[in-house]
């Protein structure tokens, strides 16, 4: 048990933004996604508008922060 402990504490996935890549997933990505959302509601007013654009924004969010990831292990590496 403590060895499973161990490998998540010292797990290096999580500094490779400096310790805020947990706080970049999962605050400023749904925090961004809702402003957005608001943004296009007020332009639109439509419900229907807002959420299918919404909703195909969370993809391309969600892998901008894959692609960073990724990014930054590879530039570790060299």
């Known amino acids: 048990m403590s060895d499973r ?3 998540v504490i010292n797990n290096p996935a999580y500094e490779m933004l ?3 890549q947990i706080f970049i997933r999962r605050m ?3 925090t961004l996604l809702v402003i957005f ?12 508008i807002t959420a299918a654009l919404t909703g195909l924004a969370v993809g391309p969010a969600f892998n901008f922060d894959r692609a960073v990831a990724e990014w930054l292990k590879r530039r570790g590496k060299d």
């Open 18 to 20: 400096g310790g805020y």
């Open 37 to 48: 959302a608001l943004f296009v509601w007020s332009l639109t007013e439509h419900k229907l």
């Open 5 to 7: 402990v161990d490998d």
């Open 28 to 30: 400023l990505i749904p």
